[in-house]
């Protein structure tokens, strides 16, 4: 069995949420990992402990407990929602998640498409506003669920490589900058611009 084709088979049984807690930038990097012998396989909490014997089946390795360090594995599937009222449309959130599952437009309001969305977390962070969290889905993650995500992944790594020339990680930083339209070029008055939106925006967050 080469390196690729072990690769795919512990890419297969991954949960393809991208969430990147093992460490990893995504689903694919920690299968390579766990194929060549850099990573354990005790690293993915959304695959929990089935995940895991999974793994270790394949491999003909006794399953180990989850790494802590990696958090813990959800009972059930949460997606992420958007107080819409909150939402200032800064893009943040598009540009961090990796299956192209928020839709929206810089300055307009964004959704979250629950169906597409694998519950990784990670848009929540880059909010400027608080307005994301995470709510059960009232479903679990399935197999076609997986699929589905890992080709809406794929397709958007396509799509960033191609709009930019840089190496894959170089695209990613650049495309987690979001667009900033009609604000000063530069210095102080563009920061107290941002600043005064991003003040106002908490400031109704909190009174409503």
């Known amino acids: 069995m080469n390196h690729t084709t072990l690769a795919d088979r512990i890419d297969a049984l991954l949960p393809q949420t991208q969430c990147t807690k093992c460490g990893y930038a995504g689903c694919r990097p920690y299968a390579e990992a766990i194929a060549a012998g850099d990573a354990p ?3 993915c909490p959304p695959g929990g402990d089935a995940g895991i014997a999974a793994l270790a089946a394949l491999l003909g390795r006794e399953p180990l407990a989850l790494d802590p360090t990696c958090g813990t594995s959800p009972d059930r599937l949460h997606v ?18 990796p299956v192209d ?10 959704t979250v498409v629950p169906d597409l969305c694998t519950g990784c977390e990670l848009c929540v962070a880059p909010c400027p506003v608080d307005c994301i969290v995470m709510a059960p889905a009232g479903r679990d993650w399935s197999r076609p669920d997986a699929d589905a995500a890992r080709m809406r992944h794929q397709q958007r790594q396509q799509r960033l490589d191609g709009l930019h020339d840089e190496l894959p990680a170089a695209a990613r930083t650049l495309t987690n900058k979001a667009p900033l ?7 102080p008055d563009k920061q107290k611009l941002i600043a005064d939106v991003l003040a106002k925006a908490r400031a109704r967050r909190h009174t409503t």
């Open 41 to 43: 396989i005790n690293r």
């Open 80 to 97: 992420a929602v958007i107080d819409e009222a909150h939402c200032i449309g800064c893009t943040l959130c598009i540009q961090a998640c």
């Open 101 to 110: 599952a928020i839709v929206g437009a810089n300055k307009l309001m964004h």
């Open 181 to 187: 339209a009609n604000l000063p070029a530069q210095g």
